[in-house]
């Protein structure tokens, strides 16, 4: 808010100086009328001013409360998962918000299973039948996707009964053929198949871009709360801007149903996000779900109690 004002106040400054400008290029014109153009010149500068100094205000004090959050967090939530198995999602997660995150859950004591990162087109539309379709030939025998047809659904029921300890009927074979599958067809990166996990930690980033932005959103959201569904809990996670209409959590927040259920963290890009993250996957543990962070939408407050 403080950055809108400070630059229409500034637009505000230029017409008027433009304005002058004109006003004594005409000639004829009152001294009085110039004066009063001239003292509200002086005025919009001096909120310009007072404006720039409040911004640069609120941006050092929230450098100084991330710097805080980074020095403190490590013991914040040391033991908070100790031995407790979680798998790790990624969908257009930045790597350094991976990185800071693996390590506080390191120090939580969690014991991390593996990854699944999943490509841009698992949220393209054009590749959604592709998908779908994908899904039903990949399912391990003995395994049963959910009842609702969208791809993210779908996907996060798939990816369930590779992931979570629940689904024990499927066999490493199996869940080998369905990351592998996945892979060939471009949905998910290559790498190692996950381990069997209790707790699922789905990382994104902000809000999503283009055309097709709010439908991809809405993929990774749906994926997020079929893997709460299916297992003991599950936090998504992105970054500043991810509670938009446009971004994974915003898709998320939207439904009631799923943050009944699903814990929702909008600032991980941020010390204290991250911090809640971890806190999140522990009230998880606990059968509580919040929504957190920094948007309006984090109607619980930054970050869930310890």
Do not use: W
């Amino acid at each position: 808010m403080i950055s809108l004002r400070y630059h229409a106040v500034s637009i505000a400054a230029v017409f008027l100086a433009l304005a002058i400008g004109v006003v004594l290029g005409a000639g004829g014109v009152s001294d009085r009328l110039l004066g009063a153009v001239s003292s509200r010149t002086d005025e919009l500068a001096a909120q310009v001013q007072t404006l720039t100094a409040e911004r640069d205000a609120l941006a050092a004090a929230q450098r100084a409360s991330d710097e805080f959050a980074q020095r403190v967090g490590p013991a914040a939530v040391t033991g908070l998962l100790q031995g407790e198995s979680v798998a790790l999602v990624t969908s257009e997660a930045d790597p350094a918000d991976r990185d800071a995150v693996l390590a506080l859950l390191e120090e939580a004591g969690a014991l991390l299973t593996g990854e699944v990162a999943l490509t841009p087109a698992v949220g393209d539309p054009a590749r959604a039948d592709q998908l779908r379709e994908l899904t039903s030939q990949l399912l391990p025998t003995g395994a049963q996707l959910p009842a609702a047809s969208d791809t993210g659904s779908l996907v996060g029921g798939l990816l369930g009964g590779v992931l979570l300890t629940q689904s024990a009927q499927v066999t490493p074979a199996q869940a080998d053929a369905v990351l592998s599958g996945l892979a060939t067809a471009g949905f998910v990166a290559p790498g190692e198949t996950p381990g069997r996990a209790d707790l699922v930690l789905v990382l994104t980033g902000g809000a999503f871009t283009g055309l097709d932005a709010a439908d991809a959103a809405a993929v990774t959201a749906r994926m997020a709360a079929q893997l709460d569904r299916g297992g003991s809990g599950a936090v998504l996670a992105g970054r500043t801007g991810s509670a938009e209409p446009t971004g994974p959590v915003g898709v998320a927040r939207a439904d009631p149903e799923v943050t009944a259920q699903l814990s929702t963290v909008d600032n991980v890009d941020t010390a204290a996000g991250r911090v809640s993250t971890v806190l999140a996957l522990r009230e998880q543990m606990d059968g509580r779900a919040g929504r957190y962070g920094s948007a309006v939408s984090a109607a619980d407050g930054a970050t869930p109690e310890a």
